[in-house]
């Protein structure tokens, strides 16, 4: 592929309605897009103490961010915000100062909730730390999504309900990397 994007999935969940979201958004992309499936779930809690020597679960994920054009932000809210798992990846790809894996890489930011505010909260504190990391977010469309009954077909692709707006929402972000890339 041309265009590669790190996906980093918010939520560790084994039947992750994010998870199954990211997978949904993934077809939706054109021929010369590809995927990363950023791991977040075997990375230690990030301690300063450990730049100087990173665990190789560390180092991987700052060459998958690294190695990709563009990082697709697919996360739930857990209490009004981002789950501690996404702060910790973005914590540990961040450091040491002046080595973040994020500088500059396009950002997309999404996420399905099972209440109606669809994420939003936790939206906006992620783009907040995507401010201050130098990641270009992609302000419009937003895309605020309550899982709930037609969101997908049967064979759990979005379903017709939501596939023009999720559509144009991927359509956007595609134009969005290719002119930051
Ligand atoms: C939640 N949930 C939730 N939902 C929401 O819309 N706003 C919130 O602030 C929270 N807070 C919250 C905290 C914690 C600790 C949990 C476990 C859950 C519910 C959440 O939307 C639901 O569990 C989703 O299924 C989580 O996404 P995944 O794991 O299905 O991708």
């Known amino acids: 592929a041309q265009y590669t994007i790190a996906v980093v999935v918010g939520s560790l969940r084994k039947d992750s309605f994010n998870k199954k979201l990211a997978g949904a958004l993934e077809k939706l992309f054109p021929a010369d897009f590809g995927f990363t499936h950023v791991r977040i779930d075997d990375l230690p809690l990030y301690n300063q103490d450990d730049d100087g020597s990173p665990a190789a679960q560390v180092t991987r994920l700052k060459g998958e961010i690294a190695a990709a054009q ?96 999720l559509q144009g929402w991927v359509d956007a972000y595609v134009a969005w990397v290719k002119k930051h890339a």
């Open 70 to 165: 563009g990082v697709l932000f697919v996360t739930p809210e857990y209490n009004r915000s981002i789950p501690g798992v996404l702060k910790n990846a973005i914590d540990h790809a961040s450091r040491p100062y002046g080595q973040s894996a994020w500088n500059g890489k396009p950002a997309g930011v999404i996420g399905a909730s099972v209440g109606p505010i669809g994420t939003a909260m936790a939206q906006q504190h992620l783009r907040n730390m995507l401010a201050y990391l130098n990641m270009p977010a992609l302000g419009q469309p937003e895309a605020f999504i309550h899982n709930k009954e037609g969101l997908y077909d049967a064979a759990g692709n979005i379903g017709e309900a939501s596939l023009k707006f």
